[in-house]
């Protein structure tokens, strides 16, 4: 596994699949003269999410792989083995200077992640997702590879990227040396497509995970992601079934900022074959009836704002969808409530709304897939203690 030991400064290429890394590895490997190593000084490594888009899969197994292959380039892929990267570590799932297949299902996914806690990746601060899934599983494979040895860390920053490079270089170590090399050869995204294009005759896509909520912040990538799930109905279904779950638990978590991948499919031509096979899995699958409650306490410095919000999610009973609607029906009967069903894709049955923006609380009953998992967050016992001390329901 480690680099062999004759090669002192080992160069580590993080390839992510998508047209930056794609473009440098097509220009070392065609042009000698635009790297100062030879290529068994090279090893590629790939972490899988395991939600990556089929077609993105397929053209680097058709364009990358022979590539890497005719030149004896190492390829190591690995992913994580379980939620936890502490505890279950990561698992190494093709090493070879000669690789014919991408394992790009890789194992632990991000969406199993999502899916067990009833969300989905969220865009507010850092990329949390990309760090758990790609970049601690990569330091983890780079470490047991380098063995303490100082290496070349490579990255696919494009040549307007200084600033993500600059941040970049602040994790430079004794040990660890990042190297942009586009920014050296002043390429930017046309100029590594224009390359890509020339040597492949593709027009490579953007590599994301099919349901990546920041691909949907604009217009543009709305209407590229949207185009994909119609030639990709899989995908398309997971990112729905994962935006269904996480809204039935929080009715502000869709996956477009201020809105809904559903709503948006809805109306998206060419759309129907996904929605309807979206229709059928979710009819199909195990629902549940969760109890839902939130909290936000009082912020320490200012106890008239909100401060973290804590959530309690359990699952009270379980069955087929007709069984849990039914169930939920018998629970409003018998407390006098109504069912509110204001939302027409998840009805809910409310025990606490929050009436306010603010420290405050809530809680809900409502019906979903049963794929999260029973969950109460560490700080819930204690902002629900803030919040009563305070009298703030
Ligand atoms: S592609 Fe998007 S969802 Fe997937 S890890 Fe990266 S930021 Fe997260």
């Known amino acids: 596994m480690p680099v062999p030991t004759h090669i002192a400064r080992p160069v580590i290429c993080s390839y992510g699949l998508g047209v930056d890394s794609t473009a440098i590895l097509l220009r070392w490997l065609v042009d000698p003269s635009s790297r100062d190593f030879p290529l068994d000084h090279l090893t590629v490594v790939v972490a899988h999410t395991g939600d990556e888009w089929a077609n993105t899969g397929a053209l680097a197994t058709r364009y990358i792989l022979p590539r890497l292959r005719a030149a004896g380039v190492r390829l190591v892929q690995v992913a994580r083995k379980g939620p936890s990267l502490a ?100 390429w930017n995204r046309v100029d590594c497509n224009d390359w890509i294009f020339l040597l492949t005759g593709v027009s490579w896509p953007k590599s994301a995970c099919s349901y990546c909520p920041f691909a949907l912040t604009n217009q543009e990538g709305r209407q590229r992601t949207l185009t994909r799930f119609t030639e990709e109905p899989g995908p398309a279904c997971l ?3 994962m935006e ?29 074959t996904t929605l309807d096979r979206f229709r059928d899995e979710t009819a199909r699958a195990e629902h549940a009836v969760y109890r839902i409650r939130r909290v936000w ?14 959530r309690s999610v359990e699952l009270v009973a379980t069955g087929t969808r007709a069984q849990m609607h039914h169930k939920l029906q018998a629970d409003s009967d018998r407390d006098g409530k109504q069912i509110d069903t204001s939302d027409p894709d998840h009805h809910r049955l409310w025990a606490h709304r929050r009436t306010q923006a603010g420290p405050g609380y809530e809680e809900f009953f409502a019906v ?21 001390q305070r009298n703030l329901f």
Request: glycine share 10%; charged share 20%; net charge positive.
């Open 87 to 186: 505890r279950d570590g990561v698992i190494v799932l093709d090493d070879s200077d000669a690789p014919r297949v991408l394992h790009s299902q890789g194992a632990y996914k991000l969406s199993d992640e999502m899916l067990a806690a009833g969300t989905v990746p969220q865009t507010g601060g850092t990329r949390m997702c990309s760090i758990h899934a790609k970049g601690e599983v990569l330091d983890a494979l780079i470490a047991q590879l380098v063995q303490g040895r100082p290496y070349r860390h490579i990255l696919g920053f494009e040549a307007g990227e200084c600033t993500r490079a600059r941040r970049d270089a602040t994790y430079d170590t004794a040990q660890r040396t990042g190297e942009y090399p586009l920014i050296e050869w002043g």
């Open 239 to 241: 990112a729905l079934r």
């Open 244 to 272: 269904h779950t996480a809204i039935a638990l929080n009715p502000r978590q869709g996956l477009v900022p201020n809105g809904r991948l559903i709503d948006m499919a809805r109306t998206f031509p060419g759309m129907k």
């Open 297 to 310: 306490p009082p912020r320490s410095s200012d106890p008239t704002q909100a401060g973290r919000a804590a």
């Open 368 to 388: 979903a897939p049963a794929t999260a998992h029973h969950k109460v967050s560490r700080n819930f016992a204690g902002a629900l203690a803030k919040l009563s």
